[in-house]
């Protein structure tokens, strides 16, 4: 491919509009090769929508969540607790009854 076939949205977000997007949560670990990217979209996102998280794990490699660890689990307890969080203005605004 050529540098504006790796630039197409449909291969990575990074270049797509995220303009109107909800709100987003960022996990990543300072071991996570993925780091760089997950700092750079937390960016853009951040600055399309001023509605985003990030959450750098000190030592934490890529899956951490997903190891038997109490980091993990904590983890997973904060994600948790942002979606509710998240969800919460849309749920007040529905009509629908619970």
């Known amino acids: 491919m050529d540098e504006a076939q790796r630039r197409s949205p449909r ?13 987003a949560l960022f996990v ?13 979209m ?16 000190p030592e934490g490699p890529h899956g951490m969540n997903r190891l ?3 980091m993990a689990s904590r983890i997973n307890d904060f994600a948790r607790q942002w979606i509710k969080k998240a969800i919460e203005p849309a749920r007040a605004g529905d009509d629908v009854p619970r």
Request: hydrophobic share 45%; glycine share 4%.
């Open 11 to 23: 291969l990575s977000p990074l270049f797509s509009d995220l303009a109107g997007l909800p709100a």
């Open 42 to 57: 937390y960016d853009k996102w951040q600055k399309a929508n001023h509605n985003a998280t990030l959450l750098i794990v």
């Open 28 to 40: 990543v670990g300072e071991l996570d090769p993925v780091l760089d990217d997950s700092l750079l």
């Open 68 to 70: 038997p660890t109490r």
